[in-house]
Nanobody, 124 residues
Framework: EVQLVESGGGLVQAGGSLRLSCAAS????????IGWFRQAPGKEREGVSI????????NYADSVKGRFTISSDNAKKTVYLQMNNLKPEDTAVYYC?????????????????WGQGTQVTVSS
């Protein structure tokens, strides 16, 4: 059974930091691209950052470049999203997702598996 279990969300003031974790199981970690999407109330789900375990490439949304960093721990089969200098507009439910294409795409339709989501709230 495939599982993507997110943790690390919470409430933080603007300018603060959070680290999200996504523990993966049930599929071959090194064959997939794994990353983070987010969805704010009334908005479409958007890609935040993806890492391809297949070829090592990473991808970031323009809105988070320079502030967010994606990384992974192969031994723990876990992907992390370090979020620094958080802004109120970063407030959303953050979802971990995985695609068997192995491509670090920001297209939600390409993703096979999704976690349950974790809330990130940034106060001004």
């Amino acid at each position: 059974e495939v599982q993507l279990v997110e943790s690390g969300g919470g409430l933080v003031q603007a300018g603060g930091s959070l680290r999200l974790s996504c523990a993966a199981s049930g599929f071959t970690f090194d064959d997939y691209a794994i990353g983070w999407f987010r969805q704010a109330p009334g908005k479409e789900r958007e890609g935040v950052s993806i890492i391809s375990k297949k070829d090592g490439t990473t991808n970031y949304a323009d809105s988070v470049k320079g502030r967010f960093t994606i990384s992974s721990d192969n031994a723990k089969k876990t992907v992390y999203l370090q979020m620094n200098n958080l802004k109120p507009e970063d407030t959303a439910v953050y979802y971990c997702s995985a695609t068997s294409t192995g491509v670090a795409t920001m297209a939600p339709w390409a993703y096979d598996y999704w976690g349950q989501g974790t809330q990130v709230t940034v106060s001004s």
